[in-house]
């Protein structure tokens, strides 16, 4: 094991101790239902582990943060690095993920995704 993913391990301990379990639900993409018309968008569900925060007020400005906006501090083990279209479950709630994702990662290695979520 390398440094950087030795820190990864240990993010992940702190935030199972800490957070909670969540979903990660990567898009797949979008497939035409000729009997509905509509696009349908398709999942694949990965679980992980984050830690729900709120922003600090004087950060939310009603455009790129919102009243109600959550950050979460995701595990990057367990889970793909979320992109635009993915949504995360935390609880029985479904939020929609606001890019950009910002990770850390030194020399290259996933250590923390910083994930901005919105209902």
Do not use: N
Not at 67 to 96: A, R
Request: with cysteine; charged share 20%.
């Amino acid at each position: 094991m390398t440094f950087y993913s030795d820190m990864a391990t240990t993010a992940d301990e702190l935030i199972t101790e800490f957070g909670q379990a969540v979903t990660l639900k990567v898009s797949a993409g979008a497939a035409y239902d000729p009997e509905t018309g509509a696009s349908v968008v398709t999942y694949t569900d990965q679980s992980g582990h984050g830690c729900v925060v709120d922003f600090d007020k004087k950060l939310i400005d009603g455009t790129k943060v919102r009243i109600g906006d959550k950050l979460v501090l995701l595990s990057p083990l367990g889970v793909s690095e979320p992109k635009d279209g993915d949504q995360l479950v935390i609880g029985s709630e479904t939020w929609q993920l606001v890019p950009p994702v910002t990770v850390t990662a030194p020399a290259g290695v996933a250590v923390l995704y910083e994930v901005q979520v919105r209902k």
